[in-house]
């Protein structure tokens, strides 16, 4: 016989990987991206609610939980089992929305603990008469595990009753599918009415696939049609892959009419027996575990790479958006180079106040127009590498997340950002002509701001601006008035790069902020790879 394999070293690797598929993440909405997080949630609950607790603590208790849909008579079917009430139940629901937990009082302590469900604070309900209603006084949507005891139950079994797998209310269903994750026992539970629902069968079709030890309840059969239902359910099963998954059948009776009472012994004596045979028979309570703990972690053959896949395309759609991106900014950058080189700058204004100069200009109104007509150049290439990434991003599906469609309330303060930045270049600027004009040895020595000002012109001028240079050389000298404009040049380019790369930066600070990253696929190709060597 098959046992589990608890090494310590299999354990290791298999905290790796859990840690490895928590790490991904999958926020650009592609069209496979909503699978992958749901299968990433479904294997987290599965690794953290039962795989990793079942291979620490094989002897814990067998958790068989109790599943369907809506009315199907989940809690009237653990209530008999239990042979009191536990669990509300009623047919006009949804009833059932705390999960309850039932085990032997010798069991409790391996459930008071975080043990398996780490994310549902736990209740404890002391065991009560067999007249006694249930406790259910916990609100709506709090996360909590009811756990009581009933020495009925066969020690190292415990029955959890879950919400319905088709509620309407979103958190129940969520919860449902979470503590089906935690079982070593799938009890699904439907009804002769509703037993080719679609629902149940894909619970059915995933406990296949995950080779999940299985029992399945025929509930509410009328006595009439008992062989004839059963007989066509039987075959659904078969035609599934299924015929082999043991199936109890409870027929309709007054105490099931309306969820209110428990039913006979003899009607869940056949299940009962099963569920005992399989936690005292230490061979058929291995073979349960064992099966079900290595289908999960067979499964992960053919999930983590899908995982890792879902996360190759979401690397790769964000390289598109990035890629859209430094396109617009590198163009406009070009552009703008080009622009300044052509003497773009010195014009409008900025023109106007060059031509008045000194007679109707001074130098610091120069230097004043020739800031703003840089600032506006730049505030217009901004403009227009935006205007190119709305466009490029429009093909992309993976641009409509809600974080890269909202307004970016930053894009407003992008004049007052790019005005700051031209405005230290002309502080600096200025810094520079006051230190070639200390170093002259002429008297009088011109105006570190007349200074400032030529320089400027000259640069941002282009062929309109050839009177600047020679001015320019006049004041201080050929060979100074060369230096001083190339270090101007410098420093030019410099504030020019910092301030289209800072609103390039802006721009894509909110996909940055996804944290979509290359490593997430080949990091979960590994994980699995060191696991499956360890087996």
Not at 7 to 32: C, M, N
Not at 136 to 155: C, F, K, M, N, Q
Not at 273 to 302: C, F, N, Y
Not at 442 to 459: H, Q, Y
Request: with cysteine.
């Amino acid at each position: 016989m098959v046992t589990l394999d608890v090494r310590p070293q299999l354990l290791d690797a298999l905290s790796a990987l859990r840690d490895r598929v928590a790490a991904a993440r999958f926020p650009l909405p592609l069209p496979g991206a909503p699978r992958a997080r749901a299968n990433r949630d479904e294997l987290l609950a599965q690794l953290d609610d039962y795989v990793v607790p079942r291979l620490r603590d094989p002897e814990a208790p067998l958790l068989a939980v109790v599943g369907g849909s809506t009315g199907s008579g989940k809690s009237t079917l653990v209530n008999s089992l239990v042979g009191r009430r536990v669990s509300e139940a009623g047919v006009l629901r949804p009833t059932t929305r705390t999960p309850v937990l039932v085990c032997h009082p010798g069991d409790h302590h391996w459930f008071s603990r975080m043990r398996v469900l780490p994310g549902l604070s736990r209740v404890w309900v002391p065991q009560q008469d067999s007249g006694d209603e249930p406790r259910t006084a916990v609100g709506r949507d709090e996360r909590v595990l009811h756990i009581e005891s009933a020495d009925t139950l066969p020690r190292g079994l415990a029955l959890l009753d879950a919400p319905d797998i088709d509620s309407l209310v979103a958190g129940n269903r969520i919860l449902a599918a979470e503590l089906i994750c935690a079982a070593d026992i799938w009890v699904l539970v439907t009804t002769a009415a509703r037993y080719a629902d679609a629902v149940p069968w894909h619970l059915l079709r995933t406990a296949k696939e995950y080779r999940a030890t299985l029992v399945t309840v025929l509930d509410r059969v009328p006595h009439q049609v008992v062989s004839e239902v059963s007989g066509q359910y039987g075959a659904l099963l078969a035609k599934a892959g299924l015929g082999d998954v043991p199936r109890f059948t409870v027929p309709e009776l007054p105490e099931s009419a309306w969820g209110g009472g428990l039913l006979p012994a003899t009607a869940v004596e056949p299940l009962r027996e099963w569920l005992a045979h399989l936690v005292q028979d230490p061979a058929a309570r291995e073979a349960a575990m064992t099966r079900t703990a290595q289908g999960v972690l067979d499964s992960l053959r053919a999930r983590l790479p899908e995982l890792a896949g879902a996360a190759a395309a979401q690397y790769a759609a964000a390289l598109r958006l990035t890629a859209a991106v430094d396109t617009a900014y590198d163009s406009e950058y070009a552009r703008v180079r080009e622009r300044l080189e052509s003497g773009a700058v010195l014009s409008g204004d900025a023109l106007k106040r060059w031509r008045g100069h000194p007679v109707d200009c001074t130098a610091g109104e120069l230097l004043d127009a020739l800031v703003d007509s840089l600032g506006a150049l730049l505030l217009c290439a901004v403009s227009a590498a935006d205007e190119r990434v709305e466009e490029a991003w429009r093909s992309e599906p993976a641009a409509m997340a809600p974080e890269l469609t909202k307004r970016d309330p930053t894009l407003e303060s992008a004049e007052h950002r790019i005005g700051m930045t031209v405005r230290r270049w002309r502080r600096v600027l200025e810094e520079y002509s006051e230190e070639t004009v200390r170093d002259l040895d002429k008297s009088p020595a011109p105006e570190a701001e007349e200074v400032a000002a030529l320089v400027a012109t000259a640069l941002l001028g282009g062929r309109r601006a050839r009177a600047a240079g020679e001015g320019l050389a006049e004041r201080i000298g050929a060979h100074r008035a060369l230096r001083l404009r190339d270090r101007a040049a410098l420093l030019l380019w410099e504030y020019l790069d910092r301030a289209l790369r800072t609103e390039r930066e802006r721009r894509l600070a909110p996909l940055d902020a996804l944290g979509v990253h290359a490593e997430p696929q080949a990091e979960l190709i590994a994980a699995l790879s060191v696991l499956e060597k360890e087996r």
